[in-house]
């Protein structure tokens, strides 16, 4: 998951080169291409409330192509900022229930807590020299059966005074389990990752046309009945977009009749298991493997939500579409494991 904390990454540097890049990028709105017009507005978008003095001067210009980008970049701009304070609202809410509910859990030995995830670091005597590091994560925020492990690494070990110790990983069971070589401890765990959550938005579409949009975080919601289009702008995971939401529900004029079929439904599941010996230091089956670098997810950009099949658009008066918008919040910090 190197590619959101690279963007978050790139994003914070945008937000620091301050009023000539802004500048430049205000000129480009005017821009004979439209490809550089189109990326100097969405990176004008990407910079946020630090373009806006200079946006609302452009969108009082003379230029129309410039005016109009303008606007547009500022109603996109305000757009995001109300989903930040409802994405910060809806995440303290669910941790408050998180935290009512695992009371104990977060009075336990070893446990960190890091914006909304547990983590439980810990350390314990292996068969040779060194200790067995374990780092379990906890999401604390469930969404209607979307729920994801913490994506984490463990990116180096140090003991107390500093210096970097030497980790050997298993394939299968790293980052969660690593033996730290040569050491008694205490140690050190410096970990980065994404926290990925979805927050809910209920969306309606009132009198609905095909053609009508909506937008949430980088996605467009668009009416192509009997489906909503969904696209996002940077492409995300498949195993994301398969969990925005891929059905609605609607209402249809008075005097229409419901059709006699209809239904779907199935899932998946699966797990894990192994044996442990003692001349291992981890409890993979036959012991740690070798580590290989796994494939990149393929990214996804559309989704079609189905629900509309056997209704014709003229018959509808809503349309209702949960749509959950992933969110992916960084984690980065060093912290002591507990000995066992």
Same mark, same amino acid.
């Given at each position: 998951m190197a590619r959101p904390l690279l963007g978050l990454a790139l994003l914070s540097l945008a937000g620091r080169q301050g009023a000539p890049d802004i500048d430049r990028l205000i000129a480009a709105l005017g821009s004979?291409?439209?490809?550089?017009? !189109?990326?100097?507005?969405?990176?004008?978008?990407d910079l946020g409330v630090d373009a806006l003095p200079a946006l609302r001067k452009a969108a009082a210009g003379q230029d129309q192509e410039v005016r109009a980008r303008a606007q547009?970049?500022?109603?996109?701009?305000?757009?995001?900022?109300?989903?930040?304070?409802?994405?910060?609202?809806?995440?303290?809410?669910?941790?408050?229930?998180?935290?009512?509910d695992h009371e104990k859990e977060r009075k336990d030995p070893g446990? &960190?807590?890091v914006g909304a995830t547990q983590f439980e670091i810990s350390a314990k005597k292996a068969f040779r020299t060194g200790l067995v590091l374990h780092t379990f994560?906890?999401?604390?925020?469930? =969404? !209607?059966?979307?729920?994801e492990r913490p994506i984490f690494d463990v990116v180096s070990v140090e003991d107390q005074?500093?210096?970097?110790?030497?980790?050997?990983?298993?394939?299968?069971?790293?980052?969660?389990?690593?033996?730290?070589?040569?050491?008694?401890?205490?140690?050190?765990?410096?970990?980065?990752? &994404?926290?990925?959550?979805?927050?809910?938005?209920?969306?309606?579409?009132?009198?609905?046309?095909?053609?009508?949009?909506k937008k949430v975080g980088d996605f467009t919601i668009r009416v192509e009945w009997p489906v909503l289009k969904v696209t996002s702008?940077?492409?995300?995971?498949?195993? =994301?977009?398969?969990?925005?939401?891929?059905?609605?529900t609607?209402? &249809?004029?008075?005097?229409?009749? !419901?059709?006699?079929?209809?239904?779907f439904g199935g899932g998946t599941g699966g797990g894990v298991s192994g044996s442990f010996s003692p001349n291992w230091w981890c409890a993979c089956e036959g012991g740690p493997v070798p580590v290989v670098e796994k494939p990149k997810p393929?990214?996804?950009?559309?989704?079609e939500a189905t629900g509309g099949s056997g209704y014709g658009l003229e018959q509808v008066t809503d349309i209702y579409y949960t749509f959950y918008k992933p969110i992916e919040d960084p984690l980065d910090f060093t912290a002591d494991a507990s000995k066992e």
């Open positions: 004979e291409s439209i490809e550089a017009r !189109q990326k100097a507005e969405d990176r004008l978008v547009s970049a500022i109603g996109e701009i305000d757009r995001i900022e109300r989903e930040r304070r409802i994405d910060a609202a809806e995440k303290d809410r669910l941790l408050t229930e998180w935290r009512k446990s &960190v807590f994560a906890t999401n604390c925020l469930y =969404v !209607q059966s979307r729920w005074s500093g210096k970097k110790l030497e980790l050997e990983r298993c394939g299968r069971c790293s980052p969660r389990t690593i033996l730290v070589k040569e050491t008694t401890g205490p140690l050190k765990v410096h970990i980065q990752g &994404v926290h990925r959550w979805y927050c809910a938005y209920k969306l309606e579409f009132k009198d609905p046309k095909n053609g009508d949009e702008r940077r492409g995300w995971p498949k195993a =994301v977009i398969a969990k925005v939401g891929n059905s609605f609607f209402d &249809v004029k008075k005097g229409v009749i !419901q059709p006699m079929w209809g239904g393929e990214l996804v950009r559309t989704l």
